[in-house]
């Protein structure tokens, strides 16, 4: 089913921030460009009100390591074309109204609520759901 995969976004990554325990059904990653000094500002102010907000349960700023990242795999050569290697990406974890957490990540993480912390270029927003959970020992 790999090879099917378009638009791969795939990154090693060392945490720069990290906020909450996580583990909620709700997530939304933003990636984006920015210089090293953008996460100081953003570890210094946007996050850590983001992990505080209702109904989040965690946030991580990561950094890609872009050389790691760009070495070539069995999966990216079946899929045949190259992963998007993002620099940095924010995670959010929520739980609860799926409408408020995609409003809060939108207004919060949107390309213009980024910019005065110093990213570049367009921020990519995306919301995931998590619907079900199955463990080996659900299998029977």
């Known amino acids: 089913t790999v090879k099917h995969f378009r638009r791969v976004n795939r990154s090693l990554n060392n945490v720069v921030y990290t906020a909450g325990p996580?583990?909620?059904g709700l997530i939304a990653t933003v990636r984006y460009d920015a210089p090293p000094e953008a996460d100081d500002a953003m570890v210094a102010d946007l996050l850590p009100s983001l992990a505080k907000a209702p109904g989040i349960d965690g946030v991580t700023l990561v950094v890609a390591d872009t050389e790691a990242s760009a070495v070539d795999t069995a999966?990216?050569?079946?899929?045949?074309?190259?992963?998007?290697?993002p620099?940095?990406?924010?995670?959010?974890?929520?739980w609860g109204d799926v409408a408020s957490f995609a409003a809060l990540c939108a207004e919060t993480l949107s390309t213009p609520a980024l910019a005065p912390f110093g990213t570049r270029g367009e921020a990519t927003l995306d919301t995931y759901l998590l619907q079900c959970t199955v463990d080996k020992t659900s299998l029977g």
């Open 87 to 94: 620099t940095r990406a924010i995670l959010v974890e929520g």
């Open 75 to 85: 999966e990216r050569r079946a899929r045949g074309e190259a992963n998007v290697i």
């Open 22 to 24: 996580g583990g909620g």
